[in-house]
């Protein structure tokens, strides 16, 4: 973990139980969890399985930062967040976010705005991966024109009339994240 116990990014599996003991003090009354699971669908296409990528200390100090102005907007509350990166199964846990508070709304709040803010601004990249290939879930290739939409099923029309086949993976590296990552864990 980083030097703030209540934030991490790693591969190893998450824990509620540990999430939970780094919020929990007796002055909190109200406990709020949020576990984000990879699901075995996404936008109608099946998936096997997730591949999570993060240049692990930036992804870190963005959470810390996150949670260091979450706790400060909302006076009384303590948050704490855990991410995985590297291949997920159907059903792991690929995020998990906590929260206490004197009263269940405000830790309620802060759990929200912790999971809300991490999938905003917390720079972690998914690759789903299915029956039908894998592609990076936010990302645009930097060889497509405008209007192809990246991991939609079927063939769509193009201005020019043509066809473009959008349910294959690329064979090449994406360009960048767009502002919305489309998470299948929430």
């Known amino acids: 973990m980083t030097e703030a116990a209540w934030i991490d990014v790693r591969e190893a599996p998450l824990s509620v139980d540990e999430a939970l003991a780094c919020v929990r003090r007796p002055g909190a009354g109200g406990l709020a969890v949020f576990v984000g699971a990879v699901r075995d669908e996404s936008a109608g296409r099946a998936v096997t399985r997730l591949e999570y990528s993060a240049y692990a200390s930036m992804a870190k100090r963005e959470m810390e930062r996150i949670a260091i102005e979450i706790e400060a907007e909302l006076p009384g509350t303590r948050v704490a967040a855990m991410h995985r990166i590297g291949s997920l199964e159907v059903g792991d846990a690929a995020v998990v976010c906590a929260a206490s508070a004197p009263h269940r709304g405000e830790a309620f709040k802060a759990c929200r705005e912790l999971i809300d803010r991490i999938k905003s601004r ?22 497509c024109g405008p ?8 063939e769509d029309a193009r201005e020019d009339g043509t066809s473009h086949e959008h349910a294959h993976e690329h064979a090449h590296a994406p360009r960048e994240p767009t502002s919305e990552r489309g998470d299948p864990t929430t």
């Open 147 to 154: 209007g192809h939409e990246h991991g939609a099923a079927g």
């Open 122 to 143: 917390v720079p972690i990249w998914k690759r789903e991966i299915g029956p039908d290939g894998a592609a990076w879930v936010g990302w645009e290739d930097a060889r």
